[in-house]
Protein backbone atom coordinates (compact mmCIF):
# COMPACT_ATOMS: atom_id res chain seq x y z
CA UNK A 1 0.00 0.00 0.00
CA UNK A 2 1.04 3.73 -0.54
CA UNK A 3 -0.03 6.93 1.69
CA UNK A 4 -0.34 10.20 0.30
CA UNK A 5 -0.50 13.04 2.49
CA UNK A 6 -1.44 16.75 1.23
CA UNK A 7 -0.65 20.00 2.73
CA UNK A 8 -0.29 23.40 1.70
CA UNK A 9 -3.68 23.94 1.07
CA UNK A 10 -5.18 27.19 2.16
CA UNK A 11 -7.11 31.00 1.13
CA UNK A 12 -5.70 33.31 -1.79
CA UNK A 13 -6.57 36.39 -3.55
CA UNK A 14 -7.39 35.39 -7.63
CA UNK A 15 -4.10 36.13 -9.12
CA UNK A 16 -2.03 34.89 -6.54
CA UNK A 17 -0.01 31.78 -6.27
CA UNK A 18 -0.07 28.65 -4.23
CA UNK A 19 2.14 25.13 -3.26
CA UNK A 20 0.41 22.28 -2.54
CA UNK A 21 2.35 19.26 -1.20
CA UNK A 22 2.22 15.72 -0.80
CA UNK A 23 4.31 13.68 0.92
CA UNK A 24 4.11 9.81 -0.17
CA UNK A 25 4.98 6.52 1.99
CA UNK A 26 4.82 2.67 1.84
CA UNK A 27 5.34 1.10 -1.39
CA UNK A 28 6.37 3.67 -3.41
CA UNK A 29 8.08 1.06 -5.65
CA UNK A 30 4.86 0.09 -7.01
CA UNK A 31 3.99 3.61 -7.74
CA UNK A 32 4.22 4.48 -11.70
CA UNK A 33 2.54 8.10 -11.86
CA UNK A 34 1.62 10.73 -9.45
CA UNK A 35 -0.59 13.71 -10.00
CA UNK A 36 -3.03 15.62 -8.32
CA UNK A 37 -6.71 15.81 -9.25
CA UNK A 38 -9.49 17.98 -7.66
CA UNK A 39 -12.89 18.35 -6.63
CA UNK A 40 -15.50 21.87 -6.69
CA UNK A 41 -18.40 21.92 -4.78
CA UNK A 42 -21.14 20.19 -6.16
CA UNK A 43 -19.38 18.72 -8.96
CA UNK A 44 -17.49 15.50 -9.86
CA UNK A 45 -13.54 14.92 -8.85
CA UNK A 46 -11.76 16.01 -11.93
CA UNK A 47 -8.29 15.24 -13.37
CA UNK A 48 -5.60 18.88 -13.35
CA UNK A 49 -2.29 16.82 -13.66
CA UNK A 50 -0.24 13.41 -13.63
CA UNK A 51 3.66 12.51 -14.31
CA UNK A 52 5.57 9.77 -14.30
CA UNK A 53 6.91 8.96 -10.58
CA UNK A 54 10.78 8.86 -11.76
CA UNK A 55 9.85 12.11 -14.06
CA UNK A 56 9.55 13.23 -17.59
CA UNK A 57 6.67 14.35 -19.14
CA UNK A 58 3.94 15.89 -17.60
CA UNK A 59 0.18 15.80 -18.41
CA UNK A 60 -2.24 18.92 -17.87
CA UNK A 61 -5.90 19.54 -18.31
CA UNK A 62 -6.40 22.31 -20.32
CA UNK A 63 -7.98 24.57 -17.96
CA UNK A 64 -4.85 24.70 -15.76
CA UNK A 65 -1.95 24.10 -18.18
CA UNK A 66 0.34 27.17 -18.23
CA UNK A 67 -0.74 28.36 -14.43
CA UNK A 68 0.40 25.09 -12.33
CA UNK A 69 3.45 22.65 -12.54
CA UNK A 70 4.31 19.40 -11.23
CA UNK A 71 6.86 18.66 -9.59
CA UNK A 72 8.42 16.15 -7.52
CA UNK A 73 11.50 14.76 -5.33
CA UNK A 74 12.20 11.01 -5.28
CA UNK A 75 14.87 11.78 -2.88
CA UNK A 76 11.99 12.88 -0.01
CA UNK A 77 9.12 11.04 -1.69
CA UNK A 78 7.67 14.04 -2.43
CA UNK A 79 5.43 15.58 -4.85
CA UNK A 80 4.29 18.81 -5.30
CA UNK A 81 2.12 21.16 -7.32
CA UNK A 82 3.03 25.05 -7.98
CA UNK A 83 -0.06 27.27 -8.25
CA UNK A 84 0.11 30.60 -10.44
CA UNK A 85 -2.52 32.99 -11.80
CA UNK A 86 -5.49 31.24 -9.60
CA UNK A 87 -8.92 31.95 -10.41
CA UNK A 88 -12.04 31.85 -8.16
CA UNK A 89 -12.81 28.18 -10.07
CA UNK A 90 -9.73 27.04 -9.20
CA UNK A 91 -11.38 26.43 -5.61
CA UNK A 92 -11.77 22.62 -5.01
CA UNK A 93 -10.59 20.35 -2.22
CA UNK A 94 -7.43 19.26 -4.37
CA UNK A 95 -6.44 15.37 -3.43
CA UNK A 96 -2.87 14.15 -4.36
CA UNK A 97 -3.35 10.74 -6.86
CA UNK A 98 -1.02 7.66 -7.31
CA UNK A 99 -1.13 4.83 -9.60
CA UNK A 100 0.63 1.82 -10.45
CA UNK A 101 0.34 2.03 -14.38
CA UNK A 102 2.21 4.82 -16.44
CA UNK A 103 0.64 7.83 -16.76
CA UNK A 104 -1.52 9.13 -19.99
CA UNK A 105 -3.31 12.17 -20.40
CA UNK A 106 -6.87 12.83 -18.99
CA UNK A 107 -6.79 10.02 -16.39
CA UNK A 108 -10.08 9.20 -14.73
CA UNK A 109 -10.93 9.04 -10.88
CA UNK A 110 -11.71 5.01 -11.56
CA UNK A 111 -8.16 4.04 -12.94
CA UNK A 112 -6.62 5.66 -9.78
CA UNK A 113 -4.87 3.52 -6.94
CA UNK A 114 -4.05 6.13 -4.05
CA UNK A 115 -5.62 8.76 -3.07
CA UNK A 116 -5.01 11.31 -0.61
CA UNK A 117 -7.35 12.84 2.13
CA UNK A 118 -7.38 16.48 0.40
CA UNK A 119 -6.53 19.38 1.00
CA UNK A 120 -8.83 22.77 0.49
CA UNK A 121 -7.75 25.56 -1.87
CA UNK A 122 -9.91 28.46 -1.93
CA UNK A 123 -9.48 31.36 -4.44
CA UNK A 124 -11.41 34.67 -3.67
CA UNK A 125 -12.72 37.17 -6.48
Known amino acids: QVQLVESGGGLVQAGGSLKLSCAAS????????VGWFRQAPGKEREFVVV????????YYADSVKGRFTIFRDNAKNMVYLQMNSLKPEDTAVYYC??????????????????WGQGTQVTVSS
Open 97 to 114: AGDRSLPRPSMVVREIDY
Open 26 to 33: GRTLSMYT
Open 51 to 58: MRWSGGIA
